[in-house]
């Protein structure tokens, strides 16, 4: 599953980060790491805003797709 699929309130454990180097890298370097948890705050049109370890980002759905989760609630 991809995180631009969770629901409103959903939370996921991030299984593995798809994309080029640099677009890995820069997922990492945001708190992006396998196993963490993260949460889909709100998705409005092709903007998605979630937390990861506490903190909160606006992402494009585009990016979203990139990051592969497991749900967990």
Known sequence: MRL????????????????????????IN??????????LIMSRGNNLVVTVDGSRFALDKSIAELVAVKPLS
């Open 30 to 39: 945001l708190g992006f790491h396998t196993n963490s948890v993260v949460e």
């Open 4 to 27: 631009a699929q969770c629901n409103n309130g959903q939370i996921a454990q991030i299984t593995h980060l798809d994309g080029d180097v640099h677009m890995k890298m820069r997922l």
